[in-house]
């Protein structure tokens, strides 16, 4: 049974810095690309960070130079830095891990909200 267990969320303020982490079991962890999506009330969900097997990451605009992915798959983790943190950041904050080379090895966490106050 694959399970995705994110924390670290909740209430900072503008210009605070929080650490997600999410722990992977039941995959091996080193052929899945691990990433972080974010989801706010009323908007659809976006890609906030990733990392692929290889090392390789991604990062849309919005978040560049103020977040940093990184993973050890020793411990079968996957971690989330927040820094700079601004109330347009506030949303539930999922983990993803999909396998490097069959997309239907696709799972996902339950979720852990971020909340950044002016």
């Known amino acids: 049974q694959v399970q995705l267990v994110e924390s670290g969320g909740g209430l900072v303020q503008s210009g605070g810095s929080l650490r997600l982490s999410c722990a992977a079991s039941?995959?091996?962890?080193?052929?899945?690309?691990m990433a972080w999506y974010r989801q706010a009330p009323g908007k659809q969900r976006e890609l906030v960070a990733l990392?692929?097997?290889?090392?390789?990451?991604n990062y849309p605009d919005s978040v560049k130079g103020r977040f940093t992915i990184s993973r050890d798959n020793r411990k079968n983790t996957v971690y989330l830095q927040m820094n700079s943190l601004e109330p347009a950041d506030t949303a539930v904050y999922s983990c993803?891990?999909?396998?490097?080379?069959?997309?239907?090895?696709?799972?996902w966490g339950q979720g852990t909200q971020v909340t950044v106050s002016s």
């Open positions: 039941g995959i091996i962890f080193s052929l899945y690309s």
């Open positions: 990392m692929a097997s290889d090392g390789t990451t």
């Open positions: 993803n891990a999909r396998h490097y080379r069959f997309d239907a090895y696709n799972y």
